[in-house]
């Protein structure tokens, strides 16, 4: 019996995934792993093509799978069929040659858009050399003089009746709690 006979005689089985696996030069090959998942791509069931190439393997449920064949460093494409009540037609896995590719991805962090959802004040350096003692004003002394600062105990400021949860930055740099 040919090839497409038994091709036939499986396919009016319901529920069976039948066909070949053949190389890029067309020559069926034999002992192949033939792989069938599901649409989340969990691996359902698996069958190994015949000496002939030939393989026919059972599906649990009607539904659409993904079939593809696996042998060394041999792969197919993946082919999508609807299993349903109709018997499918015989499908032909090509097996090529895969290459292991490692890619280093590098990409610069975006940056944080502080301004978007937030309330910014901001203190130029000219705005600094005016205080009375220039450069050498202390942090909590420039920042009394954004509206709607003001002293708290211990020197803690207030911006908007708040002292905690503020981000203070240098030319667009965060500064850490602790400094």
């Known amino acids: 019996m040919s090839f497409l006979h038994q091709a036939r005689a499986f396919a009016v089985e319901p529920n069976h995934?039948?066909?070949?696996?053949?190389?890029?030069?067309?020559?069926?090959?034999?002992?192949?792993?033939v792989e069938v998942?599901?649409?989340?791509?969990?691996?359902?069931?698996?069958?190994?093509?015949?000496?002939?190439?030939?393989?026919?393997?059972?599906?649990?449920?009607?539904?659409?799978?993904?079939?593809?064949?696996?042998?060394?460093?041999?792969?197919?494409?993946?082919?999508?069929?609807?299993?349903?009540?109709e018997a499918s037609d015989p499908i032909t896995l090509t097996?090529?040659?895969?290459?292991?590719?490692?890619?280093e991805v590098r990409s610069l962090l975006a940056p944080i858009q502080y301004k978007a959802s937030s309330e910014t004040y901001s203190v130029s350096r000219k705005d600094i050399e005016t205080l009375p003692r220039g450069n050498n004003v202390e942090l909590q002394d420039v920042l009394i003089t954004i509206p709607g600062a003001v002293y708290g105990s211990l020197k803690q400021v207030h911006i908007r009746q708040d002292h905690a949860n503020l981000q203070l930055r240098i030319d667009g740099v965060p500064i850490p709690d602790t400094v």
């Open 17 to 33: 995934i039948v066909g070949s696996v053949q190389n890029q030069d067309l020559r069926r090959v034999g002992q192949v792993v």
């Open 37 to 85: 998942k599901n649409q989340e791509g969990t691996l359902v069931t698996t069958g190994v093509s015949n000496d002939a190439g030939e393989f026919s393997i059972p599906v649990p449920a009607d539904g659409t799978y993904s079939v593809s064949a696996v042998q060394d460093t041999y792969r197919s494409e993946y082919i999508v069929l609807k299993i349903g009540t």
């Open 95 to 103: 097996l090529s040659k895969t290459k292991e590719i490692a890619l």
